[in-house]
C-alpha cells in the first residue's frame, strides 16, 4: 500500500484498503474557521446532541475576517467563541494564533499518520507531515463534530517524483505553480498526490507545505509526503508524542496510477496568469504586467523562510509608487519571528505595509481587494474570477521571491534579473 | 425528495469554481436566500431571475473546484437549481452538494449534448438522464445506496439525526 491506503486502512479498522472502496474512518482531529465554522455550529445544533464527541480533537480558528470588519463578521466570530466555550473547545482568537492551516501543525495538532478533516479546502496542508488530510465543508464538519467518522473513497495515487536542484530565487511555489500547469485543474481531481524523490527529500517543511497546500487546485483528494527526519525536527517539542515513521512509508511495490517525474535544475521562476490556476507560464513568456498590489502572505507562502526570501529581495529597495504591497506573516509565531529577524523593519523600510496574521486579501473577503482594471501579483493560491474583489480585477500567481521583485519594480519581474543587496 | 427531477437546463463551460458560483464577499450572509441572490453573478448578474421556477444546472469538467464554502451549493439551491449535471465535479463541493440535499449527477458527455434551455429528465435512483428536446438518453454514474440515502432524507443532518433515533429506539 501507499502512505494514503495505509494511513485509511488503519483508521478504518482494516489490513488493507483499495482504490474505489469506501470506508468509513474515524478522524483523529477536526478543524473549522470563522467563514466555514458558523454553519457548522447551526448544523450540530440541528442534529440533537449536547456535546460533541472529543472536545480535545476539534480546533476552532478565527482567520479569515480577522479582525472582524463588519458587525456581520464580529456576529460571526461571537458565535464561534460561544460554540468553543460551550464544548470547551481550543479556540485560537484573534492575536493568538494566525492563519488555520500555520496554526494547526504550530501548536501540534497535526501527528504524521493522522486523519484530519478541515472546513477549509486547504486542509490537505498537513500532508507536509505525513497525514491524510482533506478539506470538507460544514455540514460535514458538523456531522464529524458530532460522530467521530467520516466515509471516504479510497483515492488512486499519483506519484510526482522530483528531481535536481534548485536555482536561487526559484522555490517550491514556482514548483508546485509548473506542477499545476502540467497536470491542469482538474488533474488529480478525486486522487491523492504523493510527492517524492530527492528533491522533495531536501526540501523544508515550509516548501512541503507549499506544495501540498496546492494539491487541491489539481482537484487532489489530499497532497502528502512521508514523514522524515526534517518532520520530526519541525514537530518536535510540538506535538505529545510521534508514531512509528516506518508505518508511514509506502511500500516498494505500492500501486500507484500514474507517476510524474519533474526536473528543477532548469526550471525559471513561474507565473500563473489570469484567471485559472493551470494558466502557467515561464515568467520570461509573461510579457509585460504592470502590477497595483503586490500581496506576500497565505496559508502558501506567509511563512517566515518565504518572508526572509521576500526580504532578501527587497532590502534596501522601495515599493514602487503606484504599487501596495501587503505582507501578512502567516501566524503570530512567524510574524514574532520576522519582528525579532529585523525582516519587518525591512519591509516597512520598503514601503509595505505590514498587516496582522490573518488570510488577508486571498479570499477578497476582508483587506487589500482590488477595484476593477487593477492587477496584483500574489503568493496566494487562487487566482479565479473576483476571487480578490473587483470581477474585472487580476490576479497572478507567484513566489514570494517573484511578488517581492515586482513591487520594486511595479510590473512582474523575474528576481534572478534584480540586483540584491547582502 | 423524489428522484425524478425535469426542468429546464441552463449550461456553463468547464472548472467553474466555488469563487464564480458565490464570491468571498458574501461568506459573511447567514440567510441561504440572501447568499442565493449572489449566485454565479460573476458569470451571469441576470442568473436568479432565471431559476426561480426551477433548472437543472449543466456544467462540464471539475464543476465547483475551490474552496469548501458550502454556502456556494446552498447559494444554488435556494436560488431554484433543483440538481446539478456535469462531466465531473470537484470532490468538496461533490459532497457538500449532497449533505445539503442537492442532487449532483456525473454524466460524461453532457456538456455537448445539452444547450440552455433544452427540457431535461433526471432520474438518480435509476441512473438515467433524457434531454427531452432533442431525444438524447444517457446513463449517469449511480450514487452508492448511502448516498441514495441522505438525499432522499433531504442532507446529511436529517439523515443523521433519523439514523440517530432509530439507533436508540
Redesign the interface.
Known sequence: MNITEKILAKASGKKAVHPGE?VDANVDMVMIHD??G??AVE?FK????QKVWNNKKIVVILD??VPAE?V??AE?HKTMRQFAKDQNLQIYDVGKGGICHQVMPEKGHVTPGAVIV????H?CTYGAFGAFAT??????A??VM??GKI?FKVPPAIKINVKGNFQKYVTPKDLILSIIGKMG??GA??KSTEFTGPTIKKMSIAGRMTLCNMAVEM?A?NGIIEPDETTRKFLEGRVKALPDFDALKSDKDAAYESTVEFDVSKMQPQVACPS?VDNVKPISEVGNVPIEQAFIGSCTNGRIEDLRLAAEVMKGKRVKDGVRALIIPASQEVYRQALNEGLLEIFTDAGAIVCGSACGPC???HIG?LAAGESCVSTSN?N????M?S?QASVYLASPATVAASAVTGKLTDPTTLETKP | MTSKIKGPAIKFG??I?T??IL???Y????DPCELAKHALE?LDTDFVKKTQKGVILVGG??FG???????APLALKYSGVKCVVAE?F???FF??AI??GLPVIECKGISTAVETGNELAVDFVAGQLENLSNCKKFQVEKL?P?ILEILADG???EN??RK?KNDRI
Open positions: 469506501i467563514l466555514t458558523p454553519l448544523a440541528k442534529i440533537g446532541v479569515h475576517q463588519s456581520k463578521a460571526l478541515g472546513a477549509d479546502s486542509t478539506g470538507i465543508g460544514s455540514t460535514e458538523a456531522a458530532a460522530t466515509w485543474v482538474d481531481i478525486y482537484g483528494k485559472s479570499l477578497g473577503g481587494l487562487r479565479f474570477i473576483g476571487r474583489g470581477t | 468547464n472548472n469554481d469563487d464564480v464570491p468571498g464577499k461568506l459573511i450572509l447567514v460573476s469538467k471539475n473546484c475551490g474552496s469548501s464554502r458550502e454556502q465531473s470537484a470532490r468538496i459532497r457538500n449533505n445539503i452508492p448511502f442532507g446529511l443532518i443523521l439525526r440517530m
